[in-house]
């Protein structure tokens, strides 16, 4: 892959990864095998009220996240911090190559490429 840039966007549902070049976009879409669904717990009943986390969707995404030097990840709630928390832990190569992670809504395909190229371009003036 000859893009130099990456961005992520995910909810627990599924995954937008986006390879960018100034004049091209590589998209693909990531999803869990099993839907994610939200327990709750009651009194007296044992664990947190929260379902596992997909480890494998994760590092479908970690996996697709591959041949980027610079990753923004992105997303609403708790799922971008857990696939930070799972590149750490199972894809360590991908560690520092993340340069953000921000929390986004839920914008278009062509308002996330147009956020990623404003993130790297004042991140390059930055530096």
Do not use: C
């Not at 986006?18 to 590589?26: G, L, Q, T």
């Not at 971008?80 to 395909?109: C, F, N, Y």
Request: charged share 25%; hydrophobic share 40%.
């Amino acid at each position: 892959m000859s893009h130099y840039h990456a961005l992520v966007w995910l909810d627990h549902a599924e995954a937008h990864v986006m390879h960018i070049s100034p004049d091209d976009v590589e998209k693909s879409l990531v999803q869990p095998n099993r839907q994610h669904h939200k327990l709750h717990s009651r009194v007296g009943t044992l664990g947190d009220g929260r379902a596992p986390e997909d480890q494998d969707y994760y590092q479908r995404v970690a996996d697709a996240l591959k041949g980027a030097s610079e990753i923004v990840i992105v997303g609403p709630a708790q799922a971008k911090l857990q696939l930070i928390k799972h590149i750490h832990s199972h894809a360590p190569d991908l560690v520092s190559k993340v340069v953000g992670v921000e929390t986004v809504d839920h914008p278009t395909d062509a308002q996330l490429v147009a956020y990623a190229r404003r993130y790297f371009l004042l991140k390059d003036k930055m530096l």
